[in-house]
């Protein structure tokens, strides 16, 4: 009798004992799966965050701010009043550009003005090219050569010129073609001429033998020199008519940067009693 209670007794000892441990080893694998679920969640967190936020490269950090900011106010200031007191504040140490007439004209003004394209050209140097929106509907692209020196420290290295709009994306641009025609060999003459005076003068009257009675150009003051000769005259568009726009490139130097690249400037022509620059519509790289 007192076997069969002391047996008793054992079982019921073992039982609790036996659902103790059950209890134990089910606390320790919900513990050990929540555990998993947090690290592997923590992984999937910090992976995705580095999956979204990429490197950013050279050319992702865009135009630099100072530099940009620097070129803004200096097309506004060239457009209105390009004397070399005005100018300035706005040069590296040791360049000068001479005095002209303001590029705008009848009354005209800068209503606003950002960048709208960028060129490299090594060692913190750079051309922006800043789109002048004017208060009479147009928009001059002023091409204006900086440096870069240190963080925060810019300056204009030369005088500026005006080139042509920046091509949209998607658009297809005009081939030039042979010039046609009995004219053709007149109009290369004019253009031959044309474009070293147009690059060297300082006054819109040193140009006046080559350009249409009330055409109206602003010459580039030197800012840039021809290296060797123009290459082959073309023109956009086809016909054989008195007036056509003609493209001529050749190689430039930048005075300032002594940076060397091609660009080929669009003439406007006209015939009267002879061939006329009626209009330069700027450089296209």
Same mark, same amino acid.
Request: glycine share 10%; aromatic share 6%; hydrophobic share 50%.
């Given at each position: 009798?007192?076997?069969?209670?002391?047996?008793?007794?054992?079982?019921?000892?073992?039982?609790?004992?036996?659902?103790?441990?059950?209890?134990?080893?089910?606390?320790?694998?919900?513990?050990?799966?929540?555990?998993?679920?947090?690290?592997?969640?923590?992984?999937?967190?910090?992976?995705?965050?580095?999956?979204?936020?990429?490197?950013?490269?050279?050319?992702?950090?865009?135009?630099?701010?100072?530099?940009?900011?620097?070129?803004? &106010?200096? #097309? !506004?200031?060239?457009?209105?009043?390009?004397? +070399?007191? =005005?100018?300035?504040?706005? $040069? /590296?140490?040791? %360049?000068?550009?001479?005095?002209?007439?303001?590029?705008?004209?009848?009354?005209?003004?800068?209503?606003?003005?950002?960048?709208?394209?960028?060129?490299?050209?090594?060692?913190?140097?750079?051309?922006?090219?800043?789109?002048?929106?004017?208060?009479?509907?147009?928009?001059?692209?002023?091409?204006?050569?900086?440096?870069?020196?240190?963080?925060?420290?810019?300056?204009?290295?030369?005088?500026?010129?005006?080139?042509?709009?920046?091509?949209?994306?998607?658009?297809?641009?005009?081939?030039?073609?042979?010039?046609?025609?009995?004219?053709?060999?007149?109009?290369?003459?004019?253009?031959?001429?044309?474009?070293?005076?147009?690059?060297?003068? &300082?006054? #819109? !009257?040193?140009?006046?033998?080559?350009?249409? +009675?009330? =055409?109206?150009?602003?010459? $580039? /003051?030197?800012? %840039?020199?021809?290296?060797?000769?123009?290459?082959?005259?073309?023109?956009?568009?086809?016909?054989?008519?008195?007036?056509?726009?003609?493209?001529?490139?050749?190689?430039?130097?930048?005075?300032?940067?002594?940076?060397?690249?091609?660009?080929?400037?669009?003439?406007?022509?006209?015939?009267?009693?002879?061939?006329?620059?009626?209009?330069?519509?700027?450089?296209?790289?």
């Amino acid at each position: 009798m007192q076997v069969s209670q002391m047996s008793g007794e054992k079982a019921r000892t073992a039982i609790p004992t036996g659902r103790s441990l059950v209890r134990v080893v089910g606390r320790v694998a919900i513990w050990a799966l929540i555990g998993l679920l947090l690290v592997r969640g923590v992984g999937a967190v910090l992976a995705s965050s580095q999956a979204t936020v990429p490197e950013v490269s050279r050319e992702d950090r865009g135009v630099d701010p100072a530099s940009a900011a620097l070129a803004v &106010r200096f #097309a !506004r200031t060239y457009l209105s009043d390009p004397s +070399p007191r =005005a100018l300035a504040p706005f $040069l /590296a140490e040791g %360049v000068a550009i001479g005095g002209g007439r303001a590029p705008l004209s009848g009354g005209a003004s800068v209503a606003q003005a950002e960048i709208a394209a960028t060129q490299e050209l090594g060692n913190g140097g750079e051309i922006l090219t800043v789109a002048s929106e004017l208060r009479d509907a147009r928009t001059l692209y002023l091409a204006v050569p900086v440096s870069r020196l240190r963080a925060g420290e810019v300056a204009v290295l030369g005088a500026p010129w005006i080139v042509a709009a920046p091509s949209a994306v998607g658009v297809v641009s005009l081939r030039p073609r042979p010039l046609t025609g009995d004219d053709a060999r007149a109009i290369e003459a004019l253009v031959e001429k044309f474009l070293p005076a147009y690059i060297s003068a &300082r006054w #819109a !009257r040193d140009l006046s033998y080559l350009l249409a +009675p009330g =055409a109206t150009v602003s010459p $580039l /003051a030197g800012a %840039v020199e021809l290296l060797g000769a123009p290459s082959a005259v073309a023109q956009l568009g086809e016909g054989e008519g008195s007036r056509r726009t003609v493209v001529v490139s050749g190689r430039f130097l930048a005075r300032a940067s002594g940076a060397v690249y091609r660009l080929a400037y669009r003439l406007k022509v006209v015939r009267r009693d002879r061939w006329y620059v009626e209009g330069v519509e700027g450089a296209l790289s």
